[in-house]
């Protein structure tokens, strides 16, 4: 075997070697993407429910949401203030969860769970009107259409709340 043939086998061996290890950098990439897509949808999952929670934690926080959402009685100025903050902090979080979503960043199951919530916020009177307030405020036009859309099939259905909705 001369020195050519050699030299022509040391770069054969050499471009599987290159090949094996971009092979190996290319699984390594995507074990990332996935810790990534796993880490972020953890992060949304506990905001999310850390804010649910923060707004039922008392009796009257409990009550003042029950009196907003299912319009059991009249609410005061500072209420609807305080309400409206709470709409565009919840809508606000399902929209950075959408958007996650819609990157491929969030996982499928989690995004839903949080959609479902949205849709449950939105079947009250008090968010559909905050809504039609504010979709026009700079928001991805694929989340206003399916806010949009929510908010329709909420007014064309009719509605059952209480202890089982």
Same mark, same amino acid.
């Not at 405020?137 to 209480?162: C, E, F, M, W």
């Given at each position: 075997? &001369?020195? #050519?043939?050699?030299?022509?086998?040391?770069? /054969?061996?050499? !471009?599987? =070697?290159? +090949?094996?290890s971009?092979?190996?950098?290319?699984?390594?990439?995507?074990?990332?993407?996935?810790?990534?897509?796993?880490?972020?949808t953890?992060?949304?999952w506990?905001?999310?429910?850390?804010m649910n929670?923060?707004?039922?934690? &008392?009796? #009257?926080?409990?009550?003042?949401?029950?009196? /907003?959402?299912? !319009?059991? =009685?009249? +609410?005061?100025?500072p209420?609807k203030?305080?309400?409206?903050?709470?709409?565009?902090?919840?809508?606000g979080l399902?929209?950075a969860?959408f958007?996650?979503?819609?990157?491929?960043?969030m996982e499928d199951?989690?995004?839903?769970?949080?959609?479902?919530?949205?849709?449950?916020?939105?079947?009250?009177?008090?968010?559909?009107?905050?809504?039609?307030?504010?979709?026009?405020?700079?928001h991805?036009?694929?989340?206003?259409?399916l806010?949009?859309?929510?908010?329709s099939?909420?007014?064309?259905?009719?509605q059952?709340?209480g202890?089982?909705?």
């Amino acid at each position: 075997m &001369t020195l #050519e043939e050699i030299s022509y086998i040391g770069q /054969a061996v050499a !471009a599987v =070697a290159v +090949l094996v290890s971009l092979i190996a950098v290319y699984g390594q990439l995507q074990q990332n993407n996935k810790i990534a897509r796993a880490d972020l949808t953890h992060s949304i999952w506990l905001n999310a429910g850390g804010m649910n929670l923060s707004l039922y934690d &008392t009796p #009257e926080k409990a009550e003042l949401m029950h009196r /907003a959402l299912y !319009a059991t =009685a009249p +609410l005061t100025e500072p209420e609807k203030l305080r309400l409206r903050s709470v709409i565009s902090v919840a809508l606000g979080l399902h929209e950075a969860a959408f958007n996650a979503h819609k990157r491929g960043f969030m996982e499928d199951g989690a995004y839903k769970a949080l959609e479902q919530g949205a849709r449950l916020y939105l079947l009250s009177p008090f968010v559909q009107q905050w809504w039609a307030n504010h979709r026009q405020g700079g928001h991805d036009p694929a989340y206003v259409a399916l806010i949009d859309g929510i908010v329709s099939d909420n007014k064309a259905k009719p509605q059952t709340r209480g202890a089982g909705a």
